[in-house]
């Protein structure tokens, strides 16, 4: 609707140029003028009112749209975060035992026994892990980056359960090959080195999620 507009003002200059030298009356011509443009002012008003009134309606949709996606993953995130605290708490854990055995505060037996209940503790939340997925409502978008998330933290996962087993097997009192707790010592960790997984790093998709979620202001 702005194109016809401009059209008509650029006519109605026109006009006004032609009829100031032909039209006689002064009061036939100021007439003229001022019907012309009182019905400019009420089609620019009737364009400027209904391109508001379709701003509101967008941003309105908008609003709700970006709400809904908050709502979304905002509950799976909380589940997630749970997990991710829980993948934390064991990656301590298998530290603390690490720590212990060596400085010699616990046995090889039991440093056996712990890593054998953690083995179990880590496979119960792999599981729990692999069971979760992003939530279908959220935009193709949303949903790719919220799959990327858990994409890195099964593969951490993996990771974190194959170290913790390695090093259980590893630390079989049975299956050890030396008395000497040095060299035991060195046997545990080159099973830390050899599977021990990468930083889980998602602050790129968790970045661009917050983005997306946030609601722009309307100006």
């Not at 032609?18 to 011509?29: C, G, P, T, Y």
């Not at 589940?79 to 530290?95: E, G, I, M």
């Not at 056996?112 to 409502?137: C, F, G, W």
Request: glycine letters at 2%.
């Amino acid at each position: 609707m702005l194109l016809p507009i401009i059209i008509a003002v650029i006519v109605l200059a026109l006009t006004v140029l032609v009829l100031e030298k032909n039209i006689r009356s002064r009061m036939a011509f100021y007439a003229f003028c001022g019907s012309m443009l009182l019905a400019l002012s009420i089609a620019g008003y009737g364009y400027y009112a209904s391109t508001l009134n379709s701003y509101e309606k967008m941003d309105e949709s908008t609003i709700r749209h970006i709400t809904a996606q908050q709502l979304a993953f905002g509950e799976w995130y909380t589940n997630y975060k749970k997990k991710v605290d829980a993948l934390d708490y064991c990656w301590v854990s298998y530290h603390r035992i690490m720590r212990d055995f060596r400085d010699e505060e616990i046995s090889l037996r039991e440093a056996y026994n712990r890593l054998n209940q953690l083995e179990s503790n880590v496979l119960n939340l792999h599981n729990d892990i692999y069971q979760m997925a992003p939530p279908i409502s959220l935009d193709d978008t949303n949903y790719d980056l919220t799959a990327s998330i858990l994409k890195k933290t099964k593969a951490y996962s993996d990771a974190q359960l194959k170290t913790v087993r390695a090093t259980k097997m590893m630390a079989d009192p049975e299956k050890m090959p030396t008395e000497e707790h040095e060299v035991q010592m060195g046997y545990l960790n080159d099973a830390m080195l050899m599977n021990s997984p990468d930083m889980l790093f998602t602050a790129n998709e968790i970045n661009s999620l917050r983005f997306n979620l946030t609601i722009p202001e309307v100006n």
